[in-house]
């Protein structure tokens, strides 16, 4: 087995429930490769929600928090709050983070807390069967969309960056390079950082939105129609916008700004608590 | 380059066939215990260790070692 | 691990007027709670308020999250992160975190939610009382699982039972609900409370089946919400592991109420007819009881007996207690659940009659109906969200005694 995987993965667990050719296991390699590299493997704890790409840490000899469906940032928060010089990293799907968990990523987005996302997005859902997603292409025949899905899809990437989010970037699995050190400048960034990267699912994607079940043939596929973004280019129509998409260290972040106000409010005069009223021989309220 | 595929682990998906620059594997006439037909480096001395085999294998199933000369 | 050693509240401490939410609040402090996420919603609003400020003073962290869901799921991402952590809500927040009580259940999180309950259903009567979410905190998530709940009845209770719902958490690895109602939430008595931080610790090993280290702390844990083994696998898919994981997160509690429940009884020694009474009804029901029996009032309930009397006066000559002839007494359950069903069947073994009057349509007589068969066992139900009075309890009582006889 490879040698860095195996310092990383639970052996007991595998082989990992990922059809042939997913897209998931390039993303865990790639999140492997990116923590081992920084070195900041006892401070970090993954959670999930559920969906396929949830179960990319699940595989992870570390702590791991396998949630709810589209809860995964609301777990995450709380543990980011409770250990906040620990880093936490977050797995989500298109589903999970865009249709259910969508108010949760407007909120992180907008507090800019120091969380790192990896969106997995292979636009459908695919753990269930094949259902559409907010982020299945218009016209993809789906399982709930037997004539064709006739929504406009959910930029994931795009949207993140409009609710707040600080550093965003997008890739695909065929770029693996990249995508490590995307994930890395993520967790190094102090912010909300969220990486979506562009997966195949060949077993439901391959049939209702790429044509075919080779992963090759996808991954292929996701090469040739993307990108790489660099500001000022001309930009093509139709085609996978991919790269660094904001990288923002001036605006502040949520545990930094809510520190600085208590440190504020601890030393000037301390705030009375309403409605209490303590009778006897007690201290006074007021400290 | 000495390379190894796990045959406990690989799941038959030829992507490292489809993206290895040097056209290093073929397929063998092994089974991985999936059932399907398992990858071989039939061309390893080509293998410039670029190591996209193992980075866009997704059962981490390969392993590129460097030999030292 | 070590076990857990349940140390009685210290003596002395210090007087103070309390409302009810602010003492659940301040208890929830001292018993080391250092992370609340919540979401306001009447009438449990005066508990978020109040953590805004003294959780900050206290040195923990305060957060109010955009919804209910995402402040049960913070208390519970907070927990593995280390620190102690509660939420507070009602009837509607409180069914939008079901889902998330399921998983703290599943994956053996302790944690302390309360409910202040109001009139439901749906957004139902805001400001007015109920016990209306009696079975919702048992059966509220879909699943078998067990939690434990506690009804408190008074300003005292909302402090001393919010602690010991931390320390039930803890031993147990379980959520705890603290089932309040916009009554008890929002009365105001004088009450005992402690300065400092009660230190508790958690984990039997024994009990609990899921990983238990916090994060962080090298444990490598997996917290999975699909039912799972020892290192936190699943096990979903197999028929047998999933029966023993559901046998052993029901079996931690259900096996060991004598170490959980909490039922009190009062004038039980000899009485024929019990009344049985959760969380704020308690207090009218003491007080029907003490009526029935005669027995001098404190000064705030004298008014109370003056009107009681007159009414009598007016029946029957002066002085005379038209229900000297019923000989009641009151058990009250502080733990609805687990259900202490040995416990009420000895206090109840001697009742020709239980009375349960809820500030409901009927619901937990039900429990008391199943496991009494030497008792008739009548509901005294009340809805609309006044609380019951003693005078119209004894009423009740007479007239049914009265009519079966």
């Not at chain 1, 987005?109 to 997005?121: A, E, S, Y």
């Not at chain 1, 959910?154 to 409009?162: D, L, P, R, V």
């Not at chain 2, 990858?39 to 997704?58: K, V």
Request: with cysteine; net charge neutral.
């Amino acid at each position: 087995m490879n040698r860095l995987m195996e310092r990383y993965l639970r052996r007991d667990a595998l082989p990992t429930l990922f059809c042939p050719g997913c897209g998931n296991g390039i993303v865990q390699y790639a999140a492997i490769a990116a923590i081992d590299n920084l070195g900041i493997r006892p401070d970090t704890a993954c959670v999930s929600g559920i969906g396929c790409s949830s179960w990319i840490p699940c595989y992870f000899n570390m702590d791991v928090m396998h949630t709810t469906h589209g809860r995964a940032l609301a777990f995450a928060q709380g543990l980011k709050l409770a250990q906040p010089d620990k880093k936490v990293l977050v797995f989500t799907g298109d589903g999970d983070c865009l249709a259910i968990g969508g108010n949760h990523l407007l909120h992180a987005c907008k507090r800019n807390i120091d969380i790192t996302v990896i969106l997995v997005n292979n636009h459908i859902y695919g753990m269930t069967g094949g259902q559409k997603s907010p982020a299945t292409p218009e016209s993809a025949v789906t399982k709930t969309s037997p004539w064709g899905a006739y929504d406009e899809p959910i930029q994931g990437a795009e949207t993140a960056m409009s609710l707040g989010a600080t550093y965003v970037a997008r890739w695909t699995t065929a770029h693996p390079v990249q995508l490590q050190k995307s994930i890395e400048a993520g967790i190094k960034h102090k912010g909300f950082s969220l990486i979506e990267v562009i997966s195949q699912c060949p077993t439901q994607s391959g049939k209702s939105v790429y044509g075919s079940k080779d992963p090759a043939f996808i991954m292929n596929y996701l090469k040739e129609s993307s990108y790489v973004y660099k500001e000022g280019m001309d930009e093509p129509q139709g085609k996978i916008k991919c790269g660094v998409l904001i990288h923002d260290n001036d605006r502040s972040e949520y545990i930094e700004r809510m520190e600085a106000r208590m440190n504020q409010f601890r030393s000037a005069k301390p705030v009375k608590v309403k409605n209490s009223k303590e009778i006897e021989n007690t201290r006074s309220v007021e400290r | 380059m000495k390379i190894s595929i796990d045959n406990s682990f690989c799941k038959g998906c030829e992507i490292c066939l489809a993206v290895c620059p040097k056209n290093v594997y073929g397929i063998s006439k092994k089974r991985n215990s999936y059932g399907s037909a398992m990858p071989e480096a039939i061309m390893e001395s080509e293998c410039i260790a670029c190591r996209l085999c193992e980075r866009l294998c997704p059962d981490a199933a390969i392993n590129v070692e460097e030999e030292r000369k | 691990m070590e076990s857990q050693t349940v140390e009685p509240l210290p003596r002395g401490g210090r007087k103070v007027i309390l409302q009810g939410n602010e003492a659940c609040a301040r208890a929830a402090v001292y018993a080391g709670c250092r992370f609340f996420a919540g979401y306001p919603i009447t009438p449990s609003t005066e508990i978020i308020e109040y953590l805004s400020a003294e959780m900050i003073n206290a040195g923990g962290t305060f957060i109010q999250m955009e919804d209910e869901i995402a402040s049960a799921c913070a208390i519970v991402g907070a927990r593995w992160g280390g620190k102690k952590a509660m939420t507070a809500t009602s009837g509607p927040g409180f069914t939008l975190m079901q889902e998330t009580i399921g998983f703290a259940a599943v994956t053996e999180t302790p944690v302390v939610i309360v409910n202040v309950q109001r009139g439901g259903p749906s957004t139902g009567q805001p400001t007015m009382s109920s016990q209306q979410d009696i079975y919702q905190v048992k059966y509220g998530s879909h699943g078998d699982y067990e939690i434990i709940a506690l009804t408190p009845s008074s300003v005292q209770e909302m402090y001393d039972f919010t602690i010991r719902a931390f320390e039930l958490s803890e031993k147990f690895r379980t959520p705890v609900i603290l089932l309040a109602d916009e009554v008890v939430g929002h009365m105001r008595e004088k009450i005992t409370i402690y300065d400092g931080e009660r230190k508790i610790r958690g984990g039997h090993r024994n009990y609990v089946v899921s990983p238990q280290e916090d994060f962080y702390t090298g444990g490598n844990c997996l917290v999975e919400g699909q039912l799972h083994d020892e290192e936190g696998m699943r096990v979903g898919h197999l028929a047998e592991k999933s029966g023993e994981f559901i046998r052993s997160i029901s079996g931690k509690i259900l096996n060991h109420i004598d170490e959980i429940q909490d039922v009190e009884s009062y004038f039980m020694e000899n009485a024929d007819i019990a009344i049985l009474a959760y969380g704020s009804v308690s207090r009218p029901a003491l007080n029907a009881v003490k009526l029935a029996k005669g027995i001098k009032l404190s000064a705030d309930e004298k008014e109370g007996k003056l009107r009681f009397l007159k009414k009598i006066l007016r029946r029957k000559s002066a002085g005379e207690n038209p229900y000297s002839h019923l000989n009641v007494g009151l058990i009250k359950v502080n733990t609805v659940w687990p259900f202490p069903e040995k416990e009420i069947q000895r206090l109840a073994a001697k009742c020709r009659y239980v009375f349960v009057p809820e500030m409901n349509a009927g619901k937990y007589y039900k429990e008391i109906e199943r496991c009494l068969w030497g008792s008739t066992v009548i509901s005294l139900p009340k809805i609309g969200g006044e609380i019951h009075s003693p005078s119209e309890l004894m009423e009740s009582i007479a007239g049914e005694v009265r009519d079966n006889e």
